[in-house]
């Protein structure tokens, strides 16, 4: 099965909403919101900015970093080590594999889980070097989106994303596949399971919506 690539030629917005949905496609509605959100707040912020601004000696080193890539570096990286930390535990020290399906709440199971695919176990016949490439490029994307911002909680999204997609990518490197440890269940429903990486991504992609929907709209009504 091959990775389904877009028909007409998009811009970079635009390719960072499609790599989310390919990459990350439990959150493809919610990420797409978020993408449409930060196009729309550029687009204005576009119209009021002057022009000799954009010609300024800073202006071609904010394409690699800006003034929050830095916090958003760091917390990509925490985001990366606890994830690794938490599966490094429940593989080999905890043993989930052999220990099976563990109830730790009425609501949550500890199992074991290996997904060749993305999410909802989609294009399991992708190489897992291919899916680790792709991430790393949708993570690279995000960088340079990284760099074009000054909010410190689109710093936070954005690392907590970064993290998430580089731990899973670490997966796919060393194990052949994501691994997920946690199910939620109720009322006779499970849903999928995921792992701490998962989390860390709809934790940004929740933070990139609040940054569009609430702060941004906060700031333009209270803007002269």
Request: no cysteine; net charge positive; glycine share 10%.
């Amino acid at each position: 099965m091959n990775i389904a690539l877009p028909k007409q030629r998009l811009n970079v917005d635009e390719f960072l909403a499609w790599s989310l949905q390919q990459e990350m496609g439990k959150f493809e509605l919610i990420a797409g919101m978020v993408i449409m959100q930060q196009s729309e707040r550029r687009a204005q912020m576009g119209q009021n900015m002057n022009t000799k601004d954009d010609r300024s000696a800073d202006a071609p080193r904010r394409w690699l970093w800006g003034p929050v890539s830095g916090l958003g570096l760091l917390v990509m990286l925490a985001t990366v080590a606890v994830d690794q930390a938490d599966k490094w535990w429940m593989l080999l020290v905890y043993d989930i594999k052999t220990r099976g399906r563990v109830s730790v709440l009425p609501f949550l199971d500890l199992v074991y889980a290996k997904n060749t695919g993305v999410s909802y176990g989609l294009l399991v016949g992708i190489g897992q070097n291919a899916l680790a490439g792709f991430a790393a490029a949708v993570v690279l994307s995000m960088a340079w989106w990284l760099a074009r911002n000054t909010s410190r909680l689109v710093a936070w999204g954005l690392g907590f994303i970064m993290g998430g997609a580089l731990g899973n990518a670490i997966d796919r490197i060393t194990m052949g596949g994501v691994a997920d440890f946690f199910q939620l269940h109720a009322f006779g429903y499970s849903w999928y399971v995921f792992n701490i990486a998962d989390t860390a991504i709809v934790a940004g992609v929740i933070l990139l919506l609040y940054d569009s929907l609430v702060v941004s709209r906060k700031s333009a009504a209270n803007s002269p």
